[in-house]
């Protein structure tokens, strides 16, 4: 019987990988622990540099990282991988400092079709670039690549994880975008999200625990994310 993150039996089904077994990936088992109160202290898993159109260089973004007290970082700038590198080697030096610093994932922001609508879908610890090349040329893909079924295949092929980006932030019922996830094979749907854009980072009440619910029911993992592009990392 699957068990929640409280420790108490849930008769919700278990988040189940592409061919229908238990999702088995290292990030998997940090998203199976995130809760509203994951983010922004010790897991953002959605965040910007001036790789793509964010604020923050990603040595600085880095360094705020790690002054958080940050556990799980991805950035996952919008088709570009190019401040992975850089952000590991500030946190690489912070840690020769005696610094705590997060456990880096790789990742990268993709535009895709899903359900006839434009979405964003969050690349997630993979390791591979081979299969994500498509997506990691600055701008988003044409034709058949820009499907979300095609994106999500590259994902897996890289060996990360899928997750829908902000599920109510699209023209579509958020409704039938995380149940077209779900039918396409995503992994994960980004459950804590700031919709009202306060000055300090705050899950969005109702709407956020609707979308918990849905992906719990549907047996998707949760993340999280700032979506920053401000020059703080503790807001959007």
């Known amino acids: 019987m699957p068990v929640s993150v409280e420790g108490m039996p849930s008769s919700r089904p278990s988040p189940r990988a592409p061919d229908g077994g238990p999702v088995s990936h290292p ?61 590991q080697q500030t946190l690489a030096t912070l840690q020769q400092q005696g610094r705590a610093v997060p456990k880096l994932w790789r990742g990268v922001e993709i535009s895709a079709v899903l359900n006839t609508c434009l979405v964003h879908v969050l690349a997630l610890g993979y390791g591979a670039e081979a299969p994500l090349m498509p997506y990691l040329q600055g701008e988003a893909a ?12 590259a994902i897996h092929g890289a060996g990360g994880l899928a997750c829908l980006a902000h599920p109510a932030r699209y023209r ?11 039918q396409l094979q995503f992994d994960a749907v980004e459950t804590w999200y700031d919709y009202d854009m306060l000055p300090r980072w705050r899950p969005s009440p109702l709407i956020c625990d609707e979308v918990d619910q849905l992906r719990q029911d549907l047996g998707l993992l949760a993340s999280c994310g700032t979506d920053t592009h401000s020059t703080n990392l503790g807001s959007r």
């Open 27 to 87: 990030l998997a088992e940090v998203l199976a622990t995130i809760d509203r109160h994951s983010c922004p202290g010790r897991c953002n898993f959605h965040c910007h540099t001036t790789c793509s159109d964010g604020s923050l260089t990603p040595e600085d973004l880095a360094v705020q990282a790690a002054d958080l007290g940050l556990e799980h970082l991805a950035i996952t700038d919008h088709h570009s991988h190019q401040a992975y590198s850089l952000a």
């Open 172 to 182: 579509m019922d958020f409704r039938r975008l995380i149940q077209a996830a779900r």
């Open 142 to 153: 044409c034709g058949e690549d820009l499907q979300a079924s095609v994106v999500v295949t």
